[in-house]
Nanobody, 115 residues
Framework: QVKLVESGGGLVQAGGSLRLSCAAS????????MGWYRQAPGKERELVAC???????NYPDSVKDRFTISRDNAKNTVYLQMNSLAPEDTAVYYC?????????WGQGTQVTVSS
């Protein structure tokens, strides 16, 4: 059974930083392109970062140069370093494969950025 557990969210002031973690069981992450997604209230879920098996990364313009995705294959964990956070980054953040697999969404981790 695949389980993804996100952690590291919280309340932070604008301009602050957070580091999210996604620990996996039942899935060997290094074999997959992995992504971080977020969903704000009333909005669709969107991809904010992805990383290939060989470490290539991609970001939408909205987070480029502020967010960094990385992976630790030994720990079977994917990370998202978020800097210069802004109120519009407030959302629940999830990890999943890219493209996502609907049956393995975790509970997500809430990120709230105050102005």
């Amino acid at each position: 059974q695949v389980k993804l557990v996100e952690s590291g969210g919280g309340l932070v002031q604008a301009g602050g930083s957070l580091r999210l973690s996604c620990a996996a069981s039942g899935l060997i992450l290094r074999f997959y392109v992995m992504g971080w997604y977020r969903q704000a209230p009333g909005k669709e879920r969107e991809l904010v970062a992805c990383i290939t098996s060989d470490g290539r990364t991609n970001y939408p313009d909205s987070v480029k140069d502020r967010f960094t995705i990385s992976r630790d294959n030994a720990k079977n964990t994917v990370y998202l370093q978020m800097n210069s956070l802004a109120p519009e980054d407030t959302a629940v953040y999830y990890c999943n494969t890219y493209p996502w697999a609907s049956q393995i969404w975790g509970q997500g981790t809430q990120v709230t950025v105050s102005s």
